[in-house]
């Protein structure tokens, strides 16, 4: 009898629903600002659009859609939603023909995940992303370097973003003779901090990477702690003879200077610098990778993203590159929380509840918080006749700022006395200057 | 290699993103101003609190989940969310120690039905809950009244809403003798208008309804097009052994005044008045029962709610009682789109391009961005070098009012070329000048 909810899902109250609004809003706020639009696919998507696309983890991951009209012995031809991404390419290539490339989309949905609830970790979760596809500019990895700082800005975090870039990644190892271990080198530089570099060698020697290679590796070791442009020259001379790594520093180079130059001001809180560990969705992106952490809370990447080739190829729609971002809003909420940061307006409700002793009392306040309301201000009458202290609770629980309370002689001189919760002051006022008094308050 | 989804789901794109934004933005306003509070709910429920709600037929067009790494053998636990009443009846009883009664919560979130798809029904839609739980006092139902009446003011959207409470229809069903065959009187009662009088006493007589019933009946028949005041005292002389009856009569009585007192104004396009044929969710409703139709376009109802009693007893939490309503967003669309009343401020978006004819040009055209975000409009650059036209026409398709075009004599001037896309009208200005001029513009 007792009723409960899946596991690894969550309700959300509404006092965490202003938060996660307030996150959301922001969010969408400064996507529209830089020119985003905003999509939404079904929850649920036909199997075949999802399976086998991020990898055999992922397929048993994926929850099955079983209509139950239709006979048990059908196997199931939806899923749910597991990603915002595989939804946006299989959009991409069914309106094709309606989008005005290059695209940039927003997209703020749940999505699904049937993998062990843990701290942290949910069955149901919103992602925040947003992508431009059909451009190779890099001035779209500046635009959204720029959508990073201003939301967390705005949000009053402050953050260090990490840049790299898989070609500088790829240039590595393609000089010291080990293109096909691009994996196993970025794995054991991402260990320097925390197992020191004896080991690091040690790591890559195991894993059949000949000493000459190691040893062209050492000076990427020791310039962690340079200043950014002689880590830059450091780095484009070992990969002088890369292509690819070339490029992959040009990259670096243009985004990091292009998003110092515009980034000024009460923005400049906010540092973008290269990070040769950074290899994050190696398998997946093709250009620069970002990853955005919190400076004064200890928690994981709170937005991350990168620049990808052929997102539509596997829907045959080939030559479709993009680079995109997400934001992690539940982290976010958790950081927000952490640091204490929510504005007051964001959560705020109900501005002003009306108490009346009786019932003819409370036919006076009708008109009155009507007009409020005609005003803009949120407003709400205890709706049933009921002791003051009962009604009083009420706009405790609900952290009501003011009440006007309203008895017989209120209502014999015209008036209300309208009492700030927080201070406990109370005064006797006209109800034509309540929406003035109200909206100062 | 196509692909599809699944049928009876829809994409939106931006444009249809935009208009549904401001849709329940504008609900969702509105209903904060009424001192509601938004909750959400997982997209999935155990089957056991979803199955035997919604009755046989409501059964069967539960769509069930699997996990994908469950044996395929095990039946499915979970369900998806079939409307959003029964999940707010698990959230009341699992969060009834947080809640402060009365509890005025809405929820738009979107639900699933595997009933047949077809035209303006869908298998995925939103639906915009309002209810308020643990009072009876009936000015929750004005209170709901006059949220329909903001919202369908703010829209534009002259609208009527119908009326009518449950209790009547039981006076009636008793002073004629006839309490068990409400269903029938109130489905006959319905059709005069369509099939005329003598077919609807002969629809009652085929229903078993003794003549002598059907007599006393009729006095109900020839009310309808008198002034509300009138038919209501018809009723109530007819009515005047029936305590439920009478009980009706006075709800309505009280609902309607309270209602036309607080509605002056602008929001007196819309009216409310008493229908006696109304009687949506007859079986769930237990007094009040309202409907609202758009008065300017063919088109079912858009709106609809009433009181029920004891919401949450199937979950073991007795005595809660509440009264609701729902906005129809897909039709509150359609009937937005007919009468083409959708704010030009809603559907905009990017408010300037930048169109620049090279590198130094787009370099130059950067900072001027910046400034112009920093003063909150939206705007944004052709990320690529290419032709003006190709720009031009991106311009176009995201039907932006103004772009900037620089090249290179405006880059020497220090200017940009603000170009209005409707007029065509060209002004040399200095980018300090910008913001303003687009704020106006």
């Not at 390419?89 to 094709?96: D, E, I, K, L, N």
């Amino acid at each position: 009898m007792k009723p409960s909810i899946p596991k690894g899902t969550r309700d959300f109250s509404p006092v965490e629903m202003a938060k996660r609004n307030y996150i959301f809003d922001t969010i969408k706020e400064v996507y529209a600002l830089y020119g985003f639009q905003q999509i939404e696919t079904p929850a649920m998507e036909n199997l075949s659009t999802l399976m086998g696309k991020y990898g055999e983890e992922g397929d048993k991951l994926l929850f099955r859609i079983q209509n139950s009209g239709e006979k048990a012995a059908l196997a199931p031809e939806k899923g749910l939603r597991y990603d915002l991404t595989v939804p946006f390419a299989r959009y991409v290539v069914m309106h094709r023909d309606e989008i005005s490339f290059p695209f940039k989309r927003y997209q703020i949905q749940p999505v699904w995940r049937a993998d062990r609830p843990q701290k942290g970790r949910y069955r149901e979760f919103y992602q925040c992303d947003a992508d431009v596809v059909g451009s190779d500019s890099l001035l779209n990895e500046v635009e959204l370097m720029r959508i990073i700082d201003t939301v967390f800005t705005k949000f009053g975090i402050r953050v260090s973003i990490k840049i790299n870039n898989r070609k500088i990644l790829s240039g590595i190892a393609e000089v010291i003779g080990q293109a096909d271990k691009i994996v196993d080198i970025t794995v054991a530089i991402d260990k320097l901090d925390k197992i020191g570099l004896d080991n690091v060698n040690k790591e890559l020697a195991d894993n059949g990477i000949p000493q000459d290679a190691i040893d062209k590796l050492q000076p990427l070791f020791s310039i962690g702690s340079l200043p950014l442009s002689q880590r830059l020259s450091s780095i484009r001379e070992m990969l002088r003879d890369s292509d690819t790594g070339l490029k992959g520093i040009d990259e670096t180079e243009y985004i990091i200077d292009t998003f110092n130059t515009l980034t000024t001001g009460s923005g400049s809180v906010n540092t973008l610098d290269l990070d040769l560990t950074l290899a994050r969705g190696l398998n997946y992106y093709t250009g620069a990778i970002f990853e955005v952490k919190a400076l004064d809370v200890e928690m994981g990447s709170i937005t991350g993203g990168g620049r990808y080739d052929n997102l539509t190829g596997v829907f045959g729609m080939p030559g479709v590159s993009g680079v995109g971002i997400s934001f992690g809003a539940d982290r976010i909420y958790d950081v927000l929380n952490q640091l204490d940061l929510y504005p007051k307006e964001a959560v705020n409700t109900t501005k002003v509840l009306f108490v009346a002793f009786g019932e003819k009392e409370r036919d006076y306040c009708l008109p009155v918080l009507s007009a409020l309301r005609a005003a803009g201000i949120k407003s709400e009458v205890y709706p049933d006749i009921v002791k003051m202290k009962k009604q009083m609770a009420y706009a405790n629980a609900k952290q009501i700022p003011f009440v006007c309370i309203v008895g017989e002689s209120e209502m014999q001189d015209g008036k209300v006395m309208l009492k700030n919760m927080a201070t406990g002051e109370q005064q006797l006022v006209s109800p034509d200057a309540l929406p003035d008094i109200l909206m100062r308050g």
